[in-house]
Antibody, heavy 121, light 111 residues
C-alpha cells in the first residue's frame, strides 16, 4: 500500500533552517511528483511547491521563492523540503503529498501524516 | 496574486444536501483548472476526495460529487452524515510559475 512517512516534529529558533523528509513506499517513487503543503495553526492549506521525483525538477510557490529548497534521494525513496530564514510565521504543520496521474491529469492523492515545525526563541 | 475563494462556513442537517463552491479571482473556473477537493478532520492530514472536477478516488463515498456550477467548481454532499463534519478545501491548477492554489477552506457543520 502507498505510504508517505514524514520525519518528526522540529523546534527551531528564528533565522534557522529546517529540513523535513518524506519517505515513500508501496509504489515506484520516481514515477510521480511530490507536493509540499503547509498549514499554520488554525489556518488553511498553503501550497508550497512540488518536485519531480524522477528528474528533480522543482516549481516553488511565489511566497517561498528564495527560501525553500526541495530535493529528493531516489536511492532511499525520500523527498525533502528545506525552509530557511525561519520566522514565527513559519510555525505550521508541513505535509507531503504524492501527485498521481489520474486519468492523465495531475491529482494529489496520498498524503503524509504531517510534520509540526515550531519556530520560537 | 491569485485568490481562490470558498464559503467560510456552512451548516447542513443530517440527511440533507449541501453544495460547497470554489471561485477564482482570475474569472470562471473551467475544467482546465482541474479542480481537486479535499476533506480534513481535526488533527488529521487532508484526504483527497475529487480530482479533475468530478472524478472520485477509489475511497470516495458515493454521496460526494464534483461539478462546475455558475463559473465555479462545486462539491455536493447528498445524504449528509454526521461523519462528514469537517473542513473542505479546493485546489485549482493555474500552471506556470504558480501551478497550484488552495482555496481558504469551508468549515462544514452537520447539525
Amino acid at each position: 500500500q502507498v505510504q508517505l512517512v514524514q520525519s518528526g516534529a522540529e523546534v527551531k529558533k528564528p533565522g534557522a533552517s529546517v529540513k523535513v523528509s518524506c519517505k515513500a513506499s508501496g509504489y515506484t517513487f520516481t514515477a510521480y511528483y511530490i507536493h509540499w503543503v503547509r498549514q499554520a495553526p488554525g489556518q488553511g492549506l498553503e501550497w508550497m511547491g512540488w518536485i519531480s521525483a524522477n528528474s528533480g525538477d522543482t516549481t516553488y510557490a511565489q511566497n517561498f521563492q528564495g527560501r525553500v529548497t526541495m530535493t529528493r534521494d531516489t536511492s532511499i525513496n525520500t523527498a525533502y523540503m528545506e525552509l530557511s530564514s525561519l520566522t514565527s510565521d513559519d510555525t505550521a504543520i508541513y505535509y507531503c503529498a504524492r501527485d498521481n496521474m489520474c486519468g492523465g491529469v495531475s491529482c494529489p492523492d496520498y498524503w503524509g501524516q504531517g510534520t509540526l515545525v515550531t519556530v520560537s526563541s | 496574486q491569485t485568490v481562490v475563494t470558498q464559503e467560510p462556513s456552512l451548516t447542513v442537517s443530517p440527511g440533507g444536501t449541501v453544495t460547497l463552491t470554489c471561485a477564482s479571482s482570475t474569472g470562471a473556473v473551467t475544467s482546465g483548472y482541474y479542480p481537486n477537493w479535499f476533506q480534513q478532520k481535526p488533527g488529521q492530514a487532508p484526504r483527497a476526495l475529487i480530482y479533475s472536477t468530478s472524478n472520485k478516488h477509489s475511497w470516495t463515498p458515493a454521496r460526494f460529487s464534483g461539478s462546475l456550477l455558475g463559473g465555479k467548481a462545486a462539491l455536493t454532499l447528498s445524504g449528509v452524515q454526521p461523519d462528514d463534519e469537517a473542513d473542505y478545501y479546493c485546489l485549482l491548477y493555474y500552471g506556470g510559475a504558480q501551478p497550484w492554489v488552495f482555496g481558504g477552506g469551508t468549515k462544514l457543520t452537520v447539525l
